[in-house]
């Protein structure tokens, strides 16, 4: 069967550090690989998509950045955490057509 | 634009029956209506999605009106479990446009 895990659960940074968050899926083949965060008391918000090895597309503007070095292996990064960058980021896959997206458990980061 | 309408709150006794509304008059004939869940500090989970026909698994049952534009999902026993924030999401299957966007959803408060 098929499982998606991020890591780390809760992340504390100061501000002007860098960030690397991963997720990993297994039991799949070329999925589509999703990184939404959601700050606190707001709606989830996509952040990354990528259909395949190195090809990142982002949906908005923003101190962060995706890679995809590994079919099943998806990266969020940041050189500089911003106060703005606080929130609860997850990941998710599909195999694409019109099926769910399943999600990770996601990671809380506080930036202070 | 919001492609969906929900009210934003609703509540029900347990054990009872949950039907949560959802409004989507510009839906196109190629977009699916979806709905997911997010309990509070998780990510989101699937539950349902349809076409046109009334759709029932093992969590909910869809219903999708004749013309399409409003549905209903309904968990037929409400449990305190259920719980959540229930996000009606229209996509179509596949394209630059397939992603699923996430709105305010419809927080529902199951009470003993």
């Known amino acids: ?112 | 634009d919001a492609k969906t309408t929900q009210p934003p709150s609703m509540d029900c006794a347990e054990g009872r029956a949950a039907n949560l509304p959802c409004n989507h008059s510009t839906i196109s004939g190629n977009e699916y209506v979806y709905w997911y869940r997010q309990i509070h500090s998780q990510g989101p989970q699937y539950i349902i999605h349809g076409l046109k026909n009334n759709e029932t698994n093992e969590m909910a049952s869809l219903i999708i009106t004749e013309d399409r534009k409003s549905s209903t999902l309904i968990l037929p026993h409400a449990t305190l479990r259920d719980t959540a924030v229930y996000y009606c999401i229209v996509r179509v299957a596949s394209g630059a446009n397939s992603k699923l966007t996430f709105g305010k959803g419809i927080t529902l408060s199951v009470r003993p």
């Open chain 1, 1 to 112: 069967s098929q499982t998606i895990h991020q890591w780390p659960a809760t992340l504390v940074q100061p501000v002007g550090s860098p960030l690397s968050l991963e997720c990993t899926v297994e039991g799949t083949s070329n999925p589509n690989l999703y990184w939404y965060r959601q700050a606190a008391g707001r709606g989830l918000q996509l952040l990354f998509y990528s259909v395949g090895i190195g090809q990142i597309s982002s949906e908005v503007p923003q101190n962060l950045s995706a890679s995809r070095p590994q079919d099943r292996q998806f990266i969020l990064s940041s050189k500089k955490l911003l106060l703005s960058d606080s929130g609860f980021y997850l990941c998710a896959w599909s195999v694409g057509g019109i099926y769910g997206y399943t999600f990770g458990s996601g990671t809380r980061l506080t930036v202070v």
